[in-house]
C-alpha cells in the first residue's frame, strides 16, 4: 500500500495529504481512495499545521470551551485548544482554558461521556474534531451525544470531508472531494467496482487500512 501512496497539496498554504487510489471497504461504503491522516495525527509538527488550518475556517466570536476528538485526533485537538487560546476566541470556562476529551464508544457504537468528562461537555460549547467525515454516521453521533449530554455544537472541523454539512451543522475540513477529481464513495450494495469484479484491496477506516 505505502508504494501506491502519493501526495497532494492544500488550496491553502503547504499541507499535503497522502492518498492511495484503488478498491477500498469502509463500515458503511466503498470507495476509490484510501486517505491516509496517519502523520498528520500522529507528528507533532504536522498536527500543529493542521490545527492552524482548522483554526482559521472559525472567527474569534466563536465559542469553544472543548474539543471533541474522534478518530482517534487527540493531538490535533490538544494543538486545536493551544491555537483557539492564541487566537483569543470566546471561552465560558471558569478558569479561561479548553477541555480536549475523547467520547466512550458502547458495543452500539453509541458515544457516552463518564460522570468525571460530562461536565466538560453540559452547558459547554463543543467543537467536533474528526480525521475525517465521509458518511456522516460518526459525527452525526457526536451531535446526538453532546446534544444529549446538553451541550451545544460550535462546529465540525475535519481533515477530510465529502459533505458540507452534518445534522444541520456546516463542515470545515482542509480536504475535499474537488482535491481529487475522480473521487467516489458507495453504498457497498450499489458498488460498481464490485459489480465488475474489481477485488477489495483493503479494509480502511480513520485509523488505517488492513489489506485483504
Known sequence: MDNNLYKIRTKRGSHSLRVAKGHFATNHSHTNYYIDVTTQKMRLSE????AKELVS?????????????LDGTEVIGACLANELTKAHFVN????QTI???TPERTAGSQLIFRDNISPMITGKHVLILAASVTTGYTAQAAVEAI???????????AIFATIPTC?????????DPTDLDDYASYPSH?????KNGSKIEALINSYGYSKL
Do not use: Q, W
Not at 151 to 157: C, F, L, M, R
Open 92 to 95: 465560558l470556562n471558569a478558569h
Open 99 to 101: 477541555y480536549v476529551v
Open 147 to 157: 446534544k444529549y449530554y446538553g451541550g451545544y455544537v460550535a462546529g465540525i472541523s
Open 190 to 194: 450499489e458498488c460498481p467496482m464490485c
Open 167 to 175: 445534522a444541520g451543522h456546516e463542515v470545515r475540513s482542509i480536504f
Open 47 to 50: 498536527a500543529k499545521e493542521t
Open 57 to 69: 475556517y472559525y472567527n474569534s466570536t466563536t465559542i469553544v470551551d472543548t474539543v471533541l476528538c
